[in-house]
DNA sequence: CTGATTGGTTTGGATAGTGAACCGCTTGGT
DNA sequence: ACCAAGCGGTTCACTATCCAAACCAATCAG
């Protein structure tokens, strides 16, 4: 049981890039069951490729034309995706809206969490996100990007983020459920950038270093010349659940313009928490409150 | 393929009502595939269920429980489900609300027309929603329900919604992709109430009515008491993809109701057309207008 | 015309899903 | 205390299902 579930584990992080290329046998070796494969089909999509043909799915997916094809239609069948009539392509159906809606509708998480990254995004002028666990990968739910500058970070790029190469993921790892940190630190720990942390003591250190902070920062991990830095959200059992990240050019990022970000995000992350029904833990309102003192000194 | 179809599109319609017990063995011989089984087990939540255990799965989907429990966990496992800790109650995960926020980033289809169903319920003080065509029946993808009369339609029953047995299946049959009229004909027509065409004719006959009218109009045909109209929303093709449309109790259907009613739902659909980038077709415009004099004339 | 795309379909053989029975646990009635 | 019924979860032989490679038909470029 454990060892499956690390296997579909790892899977889920493979995605996050293109493809883990290197050797054809060995990425099929990973068991992983018919739905599964099938919904990561889904997890190809996003704001820049909002329509997808069956062969490029076929290349994204590096598996058998046939076999994808079949899910394809499987999940056309079921509303999850639907087929433009002329160009054949493929793109994300009703079926998400309206289950979003059903869940949304009795836990309102984005619907309360969406308004707050926009606020925050627009005092700051930087791009703002919001991501909630998923298994050991990060799920964006809702973003804002308010920014104004010339030179700003364009996030359009994945939606799945991954927890040891990103602000959101380093606080998720410090302030989450416990088995997160050592199911990440098991897995392999995929290089984006020379600064990407791909050793699991070196993680475990970052996250200690987070837990004492009460935020998260960090810069270039995933991409040269972006940094971040992101606090968690806690529901009523004081598990951060999920993380509002700051993202912005490594320039824009000295001492004081930090101070005065990090004390709005902090106060937005409380925010979030109290809206959505949790709690902070214990010790971590004196350091946020601590934090907020200094940004106001400068 | 067009047999394939056709059988799993009927299985699309059984769970609208709990399920169609009839004879199990029955009920076990339509094929359909790994990924629409698991699929399935999402749409049994809604509003007044968001959340549910093996056991109720079992019953519900009337398939084996060790099935149902590894689809369950491979739902889990994508994110497109998660567990309660301690209930053990599955409940839609983030996955659904990721998805549906790509979407709509793309193409803002709930965004626009949210706006537009509260608008509209506010108004007139019932319950509006709105629904697209999925196949061959409606999801809807939002609602709204600003009625404060003590005698109101409490929606939150289904989110899935049989084409023959709806307003806004009228409307989308009478103005939707052609082929979806004799498809749903062609399927059993299941009965809701005494008033629930069953006879394939006699649907041809409504949606020819319907066509003629411009709107769709329906008393208790899918439960008694319960009266709507919806208007018919159309894509660049001058194709209805959805309707909007209100419900209300029959007590509250009185002629001249009904008139200013329909000016104000033939309005918002006309808008939610707009701006969804869709046209009216030709000859309805014509109509619509000549409805909205009706109405001022009263 | 060729050749290289595209979306879609067929085939037998092997893999991956199935379901009856089973397990350990909690609940509640007597 | 007892037993029975309910729960979530697991096992394993069987076989239905899916996979891979090859094939179609249509389109487009040169």
Do not use: M, N, Q, Y
């Given at each position: 049981m454990a060892l499956n579930c690390s296997a579909d584990l790892k899977i889920g992080l493979s995605h996050v890039l293109p493809v883990a290329s290197d050797s054809p046998i060995f990425t099929a070796t990973a068991r992983m069951g018919t739905i599964t494969k099938a919904l990561q089909l889904l997890d190809f999509f996003s704001r820049e490729q909002p329509e997808i043909g069956l062969s490029q799915f076929q290349k994204l997916a590096l598996r058998d034309k046939a076999t994808v094809y079949r899910h394809l239609t499987e999940l056309v069948d079921n509303g999850f995706l639907e087929q433009d009539q002329h160009s054949r392509n493929y793109r994300l159906g009703p079926a998400v809206l309206r289950l979003s809606n059903v869940r949304e509708s009795t836990d309102p998480l984005r619907t309360t969490l969406d308004p707050l990254a926009r606020q925050l995004s627009r005092r700051l002028n930087e791009l703002v996100h919001v991501s909630v666990l998923q298994g050991d990968i990060l799920a964006t739910i809702c973003y804002a990007n308010h920014c104004s500058a010339?030179?700003?970070?364009?996030?359009?790029?994945?939606e799945l983020l991954p927890l040891h190469a990103t602000s959101s993921g380093y606080a998720v790892l410090a302030?989450?459920?416990?088995t997160v940190v050592d199911d990440v630190c098991a897995g392999k720990l995929q290089s984006f950038t020379e600064h990407t942390v791909t050793d699991a003591d070196a993680l475990y250190a970052v996250v200690n270093e987070t837990r004492q902070r009460g935020y998260s920062l960090s810069t270039?991990?995933?991409?040269?010349?972006v940094a971040s830095c992101a606090a968690p959200v806690f529901n009523s059992a004081s598990e951060a659940y999920g993380a509002i990240s700051v993202t912005f050019p490594t320039v824009r990022g000295s001492h004081n313009q930090l101070l005065t970000l990090t004390s709005s995000l902090l106060a937005t992350a409380r925010l979030a928490t109290v809206q959505t029904g949790g709690q902070l833990p214990d010790g971590l309102e004196a350091v946020w409150s601590a934090t907020d003192q200094i940004s106001i000194a400068v």
């Open positions: 010339a030179l700003r970070v364009s996030f359009d790029e994945s302030f989450g459920p416990g270039g991990i995933k991409e040269d010349g």
